[in-house]
């Protein structure tokens, strides 16, 4: 394990605040001091500033600082540790140079092809993504060919390191994405393990959209002198999310989707229930009126998972259908709505979820069905602990929406 760097934990508290920030505004890019390599990769996307999160983070880790990062979900995290990752590595060296965990499969591949991205115009940069639900021998022929940039999910990447297929050991950088979903997850002995074995790192970055115990744990055996970053959300950047909540029926949550649908005529839409058997049979019942709807959860084969979140990035499908562990890899900026046909237990979650609509300054909505009391009594302590309002609404005796 790494060892503690100070001898009493009131001095790294002191450091941490000295180096603690907080960013609401990005910055040009072509200030940051980045290559034209790099400078390129992000010409093509056609952007020239960046995000709050990559505007406070990419400094520091260019020169090799810990960082832990709380921001929302799509806010760019990706970017943030990504362009030092790549200023970094060395093409014309074959040992792993940076490790990025995620905690799960589809948000690994999601950000190994942002990194590709980056990489684009740097020749020699090679980089493999591991996860569980897909072929290890395919895997272990892509570790052959020496990638500098590993991104895996932690069990499968301990796999590996059992199989002794990858060494790691040699990662000057190592990322934890959506730290606090993997700790949640039950990873903090894959995690606490990997890191202890990479103990020759130069920075380790946390990324969360909250800080736990469990991430400030880490933060605290880990990283020292870590610079704090965080993105508070202005008037300006805070997403602008219309929240209503309406009373259904157990089995009335597929036609009240249905009806809001046809009046509203969104053509993107995300649903979150809380089991896998609720994501399926929302699904069907959607399905059975006519409406193009896939879901995706942990016991679908991966192949099929990847075509339906692939179908619903590009455009090609209405409606998604998912539980919140398996939706954590679908990063859409243009979802009109999205719908609550359970009420999640933690109240992070629900934030988690309607934070999927409301982006890049579009107006999103957000519903939540209610189908009994215990429901009523979770959406009813969201609202109070959230300090959000959630309008209740219903439909008229025309079918049309109206407040209840």
Known sequence: MRPCHTPVRESVSQKRRKSSMEFTQGVRFDSLGLSPEIMRAIGQRRIEESTPVQAGCIPPMMEWRDVIAKAPTGTGKTFAYGIPIVEHVEPENESVQAVILAPTRELAIQITDEMRDLATYKPGVRMVCLYGGAPIGRQIDALKKHPQIVVATPGRLSDHMKRRTVRVESAQTVVLDEADRM?????????????????????????????????????????????????????????????????????????????????????????????KGATERITKFLQLRGIDAECIHGDIPQKKREQVMNRFREGRLRVFVSTDVAARGVDV????????????????????????????????????????????????????????????????????????
């Open 183 to 275: 700790l949640d997850m039950g990873f903090v002995h894959d995690v606490t393990r990997l890191l202890d074995r990479m103990n020759k790192r130069k920075n380790l970055g946390l990324f969360s959209a909250t800080i736990s115990r469990e991430v400030m744990d880490i933060a605290w055996v880990y990283q020292r002198d870590a610079a704090e970053i965080t993105v508070r959300e202005d008037e300006q950047n805070k997403p602008d999310i219309k929240q209503f909540r309406m009373d259904v029926s157990y089995d009335g949550k597929a036609d009240a989707i249905e009806k809001i649908l046809l009046e509203t005529g969104f053509d993107r839409c995300m649903c979150f229930c809380n089991t």
């Open 333 to 404: 900026d243009d979802v009109d709505i999205v719908f609550n046909c359970d009420i999640p237990d933690e109240n992070q979650d629900y934030i988690h979820r309607i934070g999927r609509t409301g982006r890049a300054r579009r107006q999103g909505v957000a519903v939540s069905l209610i189908a009994d009391y215990p429901s009523k009594m979770r959406i009813d302590d969201i609202a109070k602990h959230t300090r959000n309002e959630i309008v209740p609404v219903k439909f008229d005796d025309n079918g049309k929406l109206t407040p209840a």
